[in-house]
Nanobody, 127 residues
Framework: QVQLVESGGGSVETGGSLRLSCAAS????????MGWFRQAPGMEREGVAA?????????YADSVKGRFTISQGQGSYNTVYLQMNSLKPEDTGTYFC???????????????????WGQGTQVTVSS
C-alpha cells in the first residue's frame, strides 16, 4: 500500500510564499498522478493542482493559476512539490496530497480519480 507524506505547511502573511512537499512511499501505479486538494473550514474539499508523474501534464484550479506551481522532484518519480506564491487569505485551509492511476477525472481534479490520500498539512494566510 502506498503512503503519502506531506510537509511544508505553515502560517504566512498575505503575499507570502510556502512550498508543500508530498512523497509517496514507493512507486506504484496508484501514484502515477499526484495532486493537491484543500479544504477550508466549513467548506467542501476542492482540487488545487495535479501532475502526471513522469510526463509533462499539469492542471490547476482557476483560483490558483499563475500563483501556484506543481512540480516533480528532480530524478524522483514519487515526489511532488506545490510552490505557492502571492498567497491570499482565501488560500487558507488544510492541504491534502492525493494520488491516483491517472484515470478519468484526474485532469479535472475530481476526487474520485484519486485513490490514496495523505493526512493533510495546514496552511494559514493572514491578512
Amino acid at each position: 500500500q502506498v503512503q503519502l507524506v506531506e510537509s511544508g505547511g505553515g502560517s504566512v502573511e498575505t503575499g507570502g510564499s510556502l512550498r508543500l512537499s508530498c512523497a509517496a512511499s514507493t512507486y506504484h501505479p496508484d501514484a502515477a498522478c499526484m495532486g493537491w486538494f484543500r479544504q477550508a473550514p466549513g467548506m467542501e474539499r476542492e482540487g488545487v493542482a495535479a501532475a502526471h508523474i513522469g510526463g509533462e501534464s499539469t492542471t490547476y484550479a482557476d483560483s490558483v493559476k499563475g500563483r501556484f506551481t506543481i512540480s516533480q522532484g528532480q530524478g524522483s518519480y514519487n515526489t511532488v512539490y506545490l510552490q505557492m506564491n502571492s498567497l491570499k487569505p482565501e488560500d487558507t485551509g488544510t492541504y491534502f496530497c492525493a494520488s491516483g492511476p491517472c484515470g478519468a477525472g484526474w485532469y479535472s481534479l475530481e476526487e474520485v480519480a484519486y485513490k490514496i490520500w495523505g493526512q493533510g498539512t495546514q496552511v494559514t494566510v493572514s491578512s
